[in-house]
Nanobody, 122 residues
Framework: QVQLVESGGGSVQAGGSLRLSCAAS????????MGWFRQTPGKEREGVAT????????HYADSVMGRFTISRDNAKNTVYLQMNNLKPEDTAMYYC???????????????WGQGTQVTVSA
């Protein structure tokens, strides 16, 4: 049974930092691309960042380029999202997921965790 468990969210002021973690189990973590997504009420889920199985490729949404960094530790079956210089518009529920493709389209991702809330105040 595939499980993805996100953690690390919280409330911070603008300019602050958070590090999200996503622990995966139930499948071969090192064989899949991993992605981070976010969603606010009434809006579609948005791709934030994705990373290849061996960490040799990453891709970011323009809105987070230069501020967020995705990484993974295949030995720990965990993917991370380091978020720096946070802005109020980064406020959302953040999710991780796995995919066979190197894209930020949520439609091609397979399993989802319960999410972790990030709130950034001005």
């Amino acid at each position: 049974q595939v499980q993805l468990v996100e953690s690390g969210g919280g409330s911070v002021q603008a300019g602050g930092s958070l590090r999200l973690s996503c622990a995966a189990s139930g499948y071969t973590f090192s064989s899949n691309y991993m992605g981070w997504f976010r969603q606010t009420p009434g809006k579609e889920r948005e791709g934030v960042a994705t990373i290849s199985p061996r960490s040799d490729r990453t891709h970011y949404a323009d809105s987070v380029m230069g501020r967020f960094t995705i990484s993974r530790d295949n030995a720990k079956n965990t993917v991370y999202l380091q978020m720096n210089n946070l802005k109020p518009e980064d406020t959302a529920m953040y999710y991780c997921s796995n995919s066979d493709l190197f894209v930020l389209d949520p439609d091609v991702y397979k399993y989802w965790g319960q999410g972790t809330q990030v709130t950034v105040s001005a």
